[in-house]
């Protein structure tokens, strides 16, 4: 069964700064199936980025991911202050179908 | 406007039943797959179902055998029969719509790229 650390679990910084976020499996994600998700108190859960490294429709450029195999990360190259919420990476490519990870929450320095 | 809409939380006894809708709008809710996905209170996101367009069905071993799925595609609308509840399904249910992937000798996966603002479902005595 594969399992998704990510970390920080919580991360400090400030506007205009660059943030970096990890997601590692516990197990190869299969086709970099891996996808970003950003959390705003009180929201839902919106779509980032998808197939690892592709951008959702309206998402800033400012956010990008990369990586492969059991290592992923989303880079927000400028933090602007409507990004500083909690962000959940989730893999769709193996079994179990459909896991999330714990979740990296990004707050205010 | 291209929306998910959840209804139908409440509190509910343990052992006891309730039934989730989701009103979709904006786009052809016929040529999606559709899903829920519930959140406990400060914690992560939990994938609990999934209906495809020809109505194939899907489920995590934690729900199965106690919810069930359904669609009503003349009505956009998603459904979530969830009966025999626990205390630890306590959350906040989600439904989402679903983008398909293959992935050989693995069940279906997707990722989720719309999302109601969810409904909460509290489950105690």
């Known amino acids: 069964e594969i399992v998704l650390t990510q970390s920080p679990g919580t991360l400090s910084l400030s506007p205009g700064e660059r943030a970096t976020l990890s997601c590692r499996a516990s197990q190869s994600v299969s086709s970099s199936y891996l996808a970003w998700y950003q959390q705003k108190p009180g929201q839902a859960p919106r779509l980032l980025i998808y197939g690892a490294s592709s951008r959702a429709t309206g998402i800033p450029d400012r956010f990008s991911g990369s990586g492969s195999g059991t290592d992923f990360t989303l880079t927000i190259s400028r933090l602007e202050p409507e990004d500083f919420a909690v962000y959940y990476c989730?893999?769709?490519?193996?079994?179990?179908?459909?896991?999330f990870g714990q979740g990296t929450r990004l707050e205010i320095k | 406007e291209v929306q998910l809409v959840e209804s139908g939380g409440g509190l509910v006894q343990p052992g006891g039943s309730l039934r989730l809708s989701c009103a979709a709008s904006g786009f052809t809710f016929s040529s999606y797959d559709m899903h829920w996905v519930r959140q406990a209170t400060g914690k992560g996101l939990e994938w609990v179902s999934a209906i495809g367009t020809a109505g194939d069905t899907y489920y995590p071993g934690s729900v199965k055998g106690r919810f069930t799925i359904s669609r009503e595609n003349a009505k956009n609308s998603l459904y979530l029969q969830m009966n025999s509840l626990r205390a630890g399904d306590t959350a906040v249910y989600y439904c989402?719509?679903?983008?398909?992937?293959?992935?050989?000798?693995?069940?279906?996966?997707?990722?989720?790229?719309?999302w109601g603002r969810g409904t909460l479902v509290t489950v105690s005595s």
């Open positions: 989402a719509r679903g983008k398909p992937v293959v992935v050989v000798a693995a069940p279906p996966n997707w990722y989720f790229d719309l």
């Open positions: 989730q893999q769709y490519g193996s079994s179990p179908p459909n896991t």
